[in-house]
């Protein structure tokens, strides 16, 4: 047992209003709009939550693409392998196996549903490459704008049906469950309607948490500044499982746009490495040169702890990341986004070395739940970032995030056959509670250093202890800061007490004090529970059969 005084329940006020669904689905990333579709095609009536408006979030963000063996010469057999060795001994091997020989034909329903992916030469979807790959099967659309096309598709196709009622600006606050312990809705302020601590009620038949990542605990990410963790922090407060959650990736190219910037980077796709682009040390040479087989396309935990390295190395800022031998016509067509990011901070890639850093990008852990994203909680389901399947294991590959979205929200349909009829919320009487939203700050640079791309034992001591003493400055003034900073705090204290439990390196967990992989102690999932405010960590064997 960890000490630290964590919400149990979020403080607000009693529900004001209520609205019922057959299902909630919570976010409009791949795997939100995907799981509302996949209600409706069961013609179940959809209420969908999302916290900022439709068409943004992660998903409208992923510049890379969405990997799937669909190119000649490739095959589900080698995706899995891929995976595998990226995922660093901690992959669920069947959840894998269902991802990658699934995937292909999801792609192509989803170009079928109207998502316009950019074609080769002969007509067939153009494919790169990205770190992790041994073969080109990285599929992309409008050049580096592969999340927002596949966002357009899916936000059409929701809005065009009349039984998925939308909710935007919707911060949901906790579970409701009733009186056999399943899952039976939500509560919710929508944001900006209202009064500042108004909340309302939603009952379904089904809740499905697609709330995203969790990289807004972290000074820097590539994440929108909403990727809160909520779905993580409200589901280990209904008493749900977590696992993997030591596992951050940082995304070691990162736009650098000074020492002091925070908050949402620009991130310089994986791609543009894919497409010839290399790192190099400040002196100009070649960075990942005979440090990795695959050198510049080596899986992206290697390079983003070689370019740390260099970093904290050199005393350098930054390295450069040099495209421009890629020339004009491939930035202007294939990078037209990431091109005009530079520009706007007065770098021209086509012609200059571009600074680059690693910074937060993607939780490989979450809640646990299957390939159907069924959870252990009756009512609840998760897909997306915020879900573990074991897909990911200590380090996800390229481009399978947005993949796992769409291919387990499809599959999520197999419980949506016969879901039980709605009933009543239970009176959950757990002591409610509030962290200041103030703090938000704190809990951001305490957790950037103590428990960010390397951590020690001394380092998430230390963390752990300053996140206690945040989690003393508690208010009943309910708001969106409020409870945005609860689950902040929340979710970084389980990312630093399960880096300090695991007691090794692997993947993106990098510990300084224990350099080497131990595959004879470390070949398990950490897993986290709250319970009575309380951290409860074990321990569980990998299924790899
Ligand atoms: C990238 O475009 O480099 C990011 C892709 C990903 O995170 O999967």
Known sequence: MTEANLVQKLHASDPGWTINADVIVIGSGIAGLTAALTARSKNLSVLLLTKDVLSTGSTAWAQGGIAAALGPGDSPSQHLNDTL?????????????????????????????????????????????????????????????????????????????PKVRIFEHALVLDLLKNKANAVCGVTLHVMGRGKIDGVGAALARAVVLATGGLGAVF?????????????????????????????????????WTGNDSKGSQPLISEAVRGEGAILRKLDGSALMQNLHPMKDLAPRDVVAHVVHQEIVNSGNAYVWLDGTKLGEEVWLHRFPNILSSCRKVGIDPITEMIPVVPAAHYASGGLVSDMTGKTEIPGLFAVGECANTGVHGANRLASNSLLEGLVVAERLSTHLQDLPKQSEPEFNS??????????????????????????????????????????????????????????????????????????????????????????????????GKLQEGKMVLSETAIKNK
């Open 85 to 161: 060795e990226a995922g660093a001994g901690l992959c669920d091997i069947n959840s894998v196996n269902v991802l990658v020989e699934e995937g292909p034909a999801a792609v192509k329903r989803l170009i079928s549903l109207g998502a316009t992916f950019d074609l080769d030469p002969s007509g067939n979807v153009a494919l790169t490459r990205e770190g992790g790959h041994r073969q080109d099967r990285i599929a992309h659309a409008g050049g580096d704008a592969t999340g927002a096309e596949i966002s357009r598709a899916l936000v059409a196709k929701v809005l065009a049906d």
């Open 219 to 255: 000074e820097q990410t590539t994440n929108p500044l909403v990727a809160t963790g909520d779905g993580v922090a409200l589901s280990l407060r209904a008493g749900a499982t977590v696992s993997d959650l030591e596992f951050i990736q940082f995304h070691p190219t990162v736009l």
């Open 430 to 527: 757990s002591p409610t509670n509030l962290i200041k939203g103030k703090v938000r700050k704190e809990i951001t640079k305490t957790t950037t250093k103590g428990a960010g791309a390397v951590r020690s034992k001394e380092s998430l001591t230390k963390t752990l202890q300053t996140l206690n003493q945040i989690g003393n400055k508690t208010t009943k003034e309910a708001s969106t800061q409020s409870w945005e900073s609860t689950n902040l705090l929340t979710v970084s204290s389980f990312i630093a007490a399960a880096a300090l439990h695991r007691e090794e390196s692997r993947g993106s967990h990098w510990r300084s004090d224990f350099p080497e992989r131990n595959d004879d102690r470390w070949l398990v999932r950490i897993i």
